[in-house]
């Protein structure tokens, strides 16, 4: 299996929800990531989790909470979001330091 | 200056034609680097990687590397249609932490 998968793949939510992004690969992979990307921008790192540890918090807003239920396994909680928020939301993993593999994606609107 | 500098483009060549991609940035210590392609809508696909300085081939793509110029490069041979797409020159940062540093992409058109 050399793909990383991600569900949804398109979430509506209003700024009161709560909703979860979820994303797994069994590469083998140890790091795993979460991008958000805008329209015509690159990528933003959101978050690196290593050996399921997060290792890396680029100052995102604390409404975004993330998991790594095990070495297979990201999840990005959603809580009282913003319409700014709304954007495509990647997930990507590596081995450690490596090449990153990219998922489909989450199209995320929020109302 | 930007980390990673890219032309926005649009850059647009015909069909069959070689398309000429490039990509400076600004850390010398960056040790990694990677084309990647997107197609609009879609996320992103690691097409190329490249570690040390000179050439690298695969199929139709040609990736360039040369750190004392702090310069890489994509070239893409005999130029189709479907390679038009939005392509993101990204490397590791020297912090050590697996960081992607993205470029602002060129967006390629190639033109029946």
């Known amino acids: 299996d050399t793909e990383v998968t991600q569900t949804p793949k398109h979430l509506v939510m209003g700024m009161t929800n709560k909703k979860s992004l979820k994303c797994e690969q069994h590469?083998?992979?140890?790091?795993m990531y979460w991008y958000k990307q805008k329209a015509k921008k690159p990528p933003e790192l959101m978050f690196v989790y290593s050996y399921e540890k997060l290792s890396i918090n680029e100052s995102v807003p604390s409404r975004f909470s993330p998991e790594c239920p095990n070495s297979s396994l990201l999840n990005l909680h959603l809580h009282a979001l913003q319409p700014e928020d709304s954007a495509l939301y990647l997930c990507?993993?590596?081995?450690?330091?490596?090449?990153?593999?990219f998922g489909p994606g989450t199209r995320l609107t929020v109302l | 200056q930007k980390e990673v500098e890219q032309n926005s483009g649009p850059l647009s060549v015909p069909e069959g034609a070689i398309a000429s991609l490039n990509c400076t940035y600004s850390d010398r210590v960056s040790q990694s680097f990677f084309w990647y392609r997107q197609y609009s809508g879609k996320s992103p696909e690691l097409i190329m990687s490249i570690y040390s300085n000179g050439d690298k081939e695969d199929g139709r793509f040609t990736a360039q590397l040369n750190k004392a110029s702090q310069y890489v490069s994509l070239l893409i041979r005999d130029s189709q249609p479907s390679d038009s797409a939005t392509y993101l020159c990204a490397l590791h940062g020297s912090s050590n932490t697996g960081k992607l540093i993205f470029g602002q992409g060129t967006t390629l058109q190639v033109k029946p």
């Open positions: 590469m083998g992979h140890r790091a």
């Open positions: 990507a993993s590596s081995h450690v330091q490596n090449e990153q593999f």
